[in-house]
């Protein structure tokens, strides 16, 4: 069997990642295996026609794909990003149709299904036919049962693709035209009441959508913020997963590019931000991506803490599932306030202007009252994992975060408390007697759940 391996790790051979690939070649030694290192080789891929098509070449003559990659900031990394929208660009999905495709993925399990969901929906877009992922924790290939488990993965894939198994779609086509918007001015302009705000935009012009919604919101307010356009920022690249900076928070790139400085001196400065963003294959585009990536050398800390944000979608978000959650939960687990999310895709000009305006106020008014949403399973549960495993095998060479955490409080795992534990303990023999058990659970049960708030409502 001819394998096209996809990896999209920026590590190259040495990432984890690609052990598990090396595990099935190891297993599987009778196939033949073509593996391009997409990530690392972005830059030539891109630039050179000649690269680019002999990743194609293999494709086309391949009976399977393997996408393999490392989660990056719940998505997949922005030079595999880019690559994707390479093919769609370039008009080369051709060379995937029919072929039968496979994900893999190494991460701790924080977000992996978004990653996962989005590169079904494109091997979707691609006609291929999906022959399943495996999310895979970093080690688990070390551990038995998990091998085992792995193994049985990757024999129920390749009788997918020898049984030519009829495979389902997930995802269907969705338009990428909106209507276009045309603004009027803002009758009423906010005063940002002396909150720092910073408008970030991808737009591929000012006469976009997403270029008209981005300078709209900024002059919804009586002192107009700057809009900063990434196209015009010079980033060098994406996060090269090198964990340089896992001790002090210090990124190899420095000061080589402007990343370091925008981030440091308008992200961490701004009391209200606002993405703005045009949708490309499904999600937020390369650039964007590689802008949240960069991010990285904060490590897992919330450095949006207290801030408000609030987003601009050009794009048809509402059939966008992975990337809805996505701009949902990134400034939740930052124990930032997401403001509201604002599209095009309803194609009324007159309330989207009242859309953008209301976005505008709210953050504002939320802004004075320091007000951040309470958190929902989006944050508890990543910031569980990420605790757990600072805490555990990630604490070197993490030692950032640990520091970070340590100082902050968010090493809160279940405490011992005595007085609690024995009435627990008290109580869970006393309901092993049938008539004390009756009372409990169906007399007393509802009248004992509200017992705390007797004193705040004075019931």
């Known amino acids: 069997m001819k394998i096209t391996v996809l990896n999209g790790s920026p590590k190259g051979d040495i990432s984890v990642t690609m052990q598990y690939i090396r595990y099935i070649r190891k297993q599987y030694p009778d196939n033949t295996y073509y593996i391009h290192d997409i990530s690392r080789g972005i830059k030539v891929i891109e630039k050179d026609p000649k690269a680019f098509r002999a990743v194609l070449e293999d494709v086309r003559s391949s009976e399977l794909v393997i996408w393999a990659f490392p989660l990056y900031y719940l998505l997949v990394p922005s030079q595999y990003k880019r690559f994707i929208e390479l093919v769609f660009e370039r008009k ?7 072929k039968f495709a496979a994900v893999i993925t190494t991460s701790i399990h924080f977000f992996d299904h978004t990653g996962h969901n989005y590169l079904r929906a494109i091997c979707d877009d691609l006609a ?83 270029g008209k919604m981005a300078d709209r919101l900024s002059r919804s307010f009586t002192e107009a913020p700057p809009v900063y356009n990434l196209h015009d920022l010079k980033i060098k690249g994406g996060c090269l997963g090198c964990l340089q900076c896992a001790y002090d928070n210090r990124c190899v790139y420095g000061d080589s590019d402007d990343f370091h400085l925008f981030f440091e001196s308008r992200i961490k400065a701004a009391d209200i931000i606002f993405y703005c963003m045009e949708t490309r294959d499904r999600h937020l585009s390369s650039l964007w991506k590689r802008f949240i990536d960069r991010s990285f050398y904060n490590n897992h800390t919330p450095v949006l803490e207290g801030k408000q944000v609030g987003c601009l979608v050009s794009g048809q978000l509402g059939k ?61 549960g990543g910031w569980k994992i990420f605790r757990d495993e600072i805490w555990g095998w990630l604490r070197f060479p993490f030692l950032a975060d640990h520091r970070y955490y340590r100082k902050h409080g968010m090493y809160d795992f279940p405490k011992r408390r005595f007085a609690q534990s024995l009435v627990n303990g008290a109580l869970s023999q006393l309901v092993r007697l049938p008539g004390f058990r009756d009372v409990v659970y169906k007399q007393r049960m509802k009248e004992e759940m509200l017992r705390p708030f007797k004193a705040i409502l004075k019931l």
């Open 92 to 98: 080369a999905s051709a060379a995937f149709r029919s």
């Open 128 to 210: 291929m036919k999906f022959a399943g992922s495996y999310s895979a924790a970093m080690y688990d290939l070390v551990r038995g049962r998990e091998r085992k488990r792995f193994d049985a993965f990757t024999t129920c894939m390749f009788d997918a693709v020898r049984d030519n198994t009829p495979a389902a779609r997930a995802y269907y086509p969705v338009s990428a035209r909106m209507s276009p918007y045309r603004p009027s001015p803002p009758k009423n302009r906010i005063n940002p009441a002396g909150k720092n705000i910073v408008i970030i935009t991808d737009a591929s012009s000012p006469s976009s959508n997403l």
């Open 320 to 380: 966008l599932s992975s990337f809805n959650e996505f701009l949902r939960a990134f400034p939740e687990f930052q124990h930032a306030n997401l403001v509201d999310i604002v599209t095009d895709e309803g194609g009324n000009s007159k309330e989207l202007d009242l859309q953008i305006q209301n976005l505008a106020c709210n953050a504002v008014a939320r802004a004075e009252k320091n007000y951040i949403g309470p958190p929902t399973f989006l944050s508890v």
